[in-house]
């Protein structure tokens, strides 16, 4: 069986029509509820243009993106949805800027290579 694969995509354009799976990865404050959109609560403590409340410090768009450490239970399950062959789409509102959501899928990317791979 083929693995599938994930994507990074911004919720304001919409669900992507060929991805399988819809994984909302923004903060908790700004999930909109719609039909097929799972709220992952992997939401990126690290904000853009504020003090960090976990740094102390002001971060611009890439360093905020680059702060963030994906929890690995949830990279774990993503990864079995790609592994299983599913189009996984990671939702955020800053793509096609730096995201966090493009560390995930590069955690999850790494692991469903290390899992399928001999
Ligand atoms: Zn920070
Ligand atoms: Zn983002």
New binding site residues.
Partial sequence: MNSGSTIVANIRKGLVRNADTHLF??RETSFRPQPGLINTKMG?PHPVGRICPVCKVTHAQSEA?HAYVPDRAKVERIADFVIRGKQVALY????PEP???DRIKEAVDKLVQEKTEF
């Fill in positions: 990865c923004g990126n993106a955020c509102f800053c793509n995201c966090h959501c």
